[in-house]
């Protein structure tokens, strides 16, 4: 597609519940990145994807986050047991291997935890 | 580990110039990256400084001195639609993803 493309682009949860974020790259962009972003902060890294494998997964806060990315293009954050302190924007963005020509990011995924 | 440092927030007027710091901490250094964020939007890529110096981009300019640990984004003639976040970037230490600063909040006021 023309740029990184994220649904829902809200989503609204009651505590305890399991969701999931979808992030569909820009075409040809082997990598893939994980975010989120709190009100007044710079976005947070939660994980990278270089092709189908997580290269790096530090980011993630607790066992309860969880990403995949299959085919190696589209990816989807889950998260299991939200809490009301995981409300956020989750933000992915892809780039060419390297990414030194910059990220390329989506409009985000505003998760509310109620 | 990684730390970047900027002014929370910046204003001026249009037509003004107006520079916004980073300083930066990191165990292995890989180039400064600046970003652009409108409120509600994405962030989108502004520069990127791998070697010292300045590097133009029409209004946009951004410097970078890997001695000092420092850089700055330069912003000229600016205009109402520049009024933004904007965010300094570095490589995590592994090298695979970007750290980001806390951001700037520039409020450009006619």
């Known amino acids: 597609g023309a740029g990184v493309s994220q649904t829902p682009s809200n989503k609204v949860t009651e505590k305890g519940k399991y969701v999931e974020l979808r992030c569909d790259p820009i075409?040809?962009?082997?990598?893939l990145y994980w975010y989120r972003q709190s009100l007044g902060q710079g976005p947070e890294f939660l994980i990278y994807?270089?092709?189908?494998?997580?290269?790096?997964d530090s980011g993630l806060p607790n066992d309860r986050f969880f990403a995949v990315r299959p085919e190696g293009s589209v990816s989807t954050l889950k998260i299991q047991r939200t809490e009301r302190g995981d409300s956020a924007v989750y933000l992915c963005?892809?780039?060419?291997?390297?990414?030194?020509?910059?990220?390329?990011f989506g409009s985000g995924t505003r998760l509310t935890v109620v | 580990g990684q730390s970047l440092e900027q002014p929370s927030e910046v204003t001026a007027v249009e037509g003004a110039i107006v520079q916004i710091n980073c300083t930066y901490q990191?165990?292995?250094?890989?180039?400064l990256s600046w970003y652009q964020q409108h409120d509600g939007g994405a962030p989108t890529f502004l520069s990127y400084?791998?070697?010292?110096g300045l590097e133009e981009t029409g209004r946009f300019s951004s410097f970078l001195s890997r001695s000092d640990s420092y850089g700055y984004l330069l912003l000229q003639e600016l205009q109402m639609k520049d009024s933004a976040s904007y965010f300094c970037?570095?490589?995590?230490?592994?090298?695979?993803?970007?750290?980001f600063g806390k951001g700037t909040t520039l409020s450009v006021s006619s």
């Open positions: 963005a892809s780039s060419l291997a390297g990414g030194e020509g910059g990220y390329t």
């Open positions: 075409s040809g962009h082997t990598a």
């Open positions: 994807f270089q092709g189908t494998g997580a290269a790096d």
């Open positions: 990191t165990s292995g250094f890989y180039g």
């Open positions: 400084n791998a070697l010292d």
């Open positions: 970037a570095v490589p995590n230490q592994a090298g695979t993803a970007l750290i």
